[in-house]
């Protein structure tokens, strides 16, 4: 059996940010205009409208604490049957704080998962040349 999930698609804005997936490392969009990440990506800056954008590469060391999370017992896209309960959170890069990354938290019991709990990022390979950034308690 293949990968069952959907695979996330690469457009024009996002593809630094899943290229830099791919090669295990997180890439982020910055404005060059006034400074602020825009995290997801996109064709302009969330918060002054400047298209002027530049991508900071992360590298592969990334930690965050959970800034919220919620947990699903229903899978909401097909392929995530087999991994219910599904902790979906919200992790505050600690690097850069004002980035939260809506994410899945693997390895960890419902019960385990709290707010402000260390987590890194972990890649996913799910076909031979993409991956996928997932997180996990920092042990
Ligand atoms: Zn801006």
């Not at 293949?2 to 969009?29: F, M």
């Not at 590469?57 to 800034?67: E, F, P, T």
């Not at 097909?78 to 600690?94: K, N, R, S, V, Y």
């Amino acid at each position: 059996m293949g990968y069952q999930k959907p695979v996330p698609l690469k457009n024009q804005d996002n593809s630094p940010y899943w290229d830099a997936a791919d090669r295990h490392e997180l890439s982020l969009q910055r404005c060059d205009s006034c400074h602020e990440y825009a995290h997801p990506p996109g064709p302009s800056c969330a918060k002054c409208g400047s298209t002027e954008l530049s991508w900071i590469n992360l590298g592969s060391d990334v930690k965050a604490r959970i800034y919220s999370y919620v947990i699903s017992y229903r899978p909401f896209l097909p392929g995530f049957q087999e991994d219910l309960p599904l902790i979906i959170a919200q992790a505050e890069l600690e690097e850069v704080p004002e980035v939260k990354i809506t994410c899945n938290v693997l390895q960890c019991k419902p019960e385990d998962i709290e707010i402000g709990m260390p987590v890194q990022m972990i890649w996913e390979g799910i076909l031979e040349d993409r991956a996928l950034p997932q997180w996990i308690a920092v042990k």
